[in-house]
């Protein structure tokens, strides 16, 4: 069986267009295997093919491993395997990793690159509302510098 890929996707993985367009963990207090297991049943209504199996299969993990994760036996998987989950299931790669206590190895770099000012930064973010937040990030993305 084939599977379908959302529309919006580019052959990258990445959505096509907009800031945030991927599926990110609403707020509350589920963990990340819940997360994972709630998404990959929620696919599986409209596609057999999200099946733990044939997941676990198409992440490179084994299927024993990915039902322990779901179920919070064991911790969250390594970044490497967090990222294939990530797209494999449509959810948005740092969301994923911050909600398993992990921060993506391209953001780590550059902040070491300049750690007082990204932890000025993120500390200003902090209490701003996503809107804004997501308007820098444009702001950024899009300027002239």
């Given amino acids: 069986m084939t599977r379908k890929r959302d529309s919006s996707r580019q052959p990258d993985g990445k959505s096509a267009g907009k800031l945030g367009a991927r599926a990110t963990p609403p707020p509350g207090d589920r963990s990340f295997g819940a997360l994972l297991r709630e998404q990959r049943e929620g696919l599986r209504q409209a596609d057999r093919s999200f099946s733990l ?5 198409r992440v490179g993990i084994e299927p024993s491993y990915l039902s322990k994760v779901e179920r919070a036996e064991v911790a ?3 970044e490497e395997t967090i990222q294939r989950l990530a797209k494999e299931l449509d959810l948005d790669p740092d969301a994923l990793l911050a909600l398993a206590g992990k921060v993506s190895s391209d953001l780590r770099e ?3 690159r300049r750690p007082e000012l990204f932890g000025r930064l993120i500390r200003e973010l902090r209490d701003l509302p996503d809107h ?3 308007r820098i990030a444009r702001e950024v993305r899009d300027g002239d510098w």
């Fill in 132 to 134: 804004a937040v997501l």
């Fill in 53 to 57: 199996r044939q997941v676990a299969e």
């Fill in 110 to 112: 550059v902040i070491r």
């Fill in 76 to 78: 969250p998987p390594s």
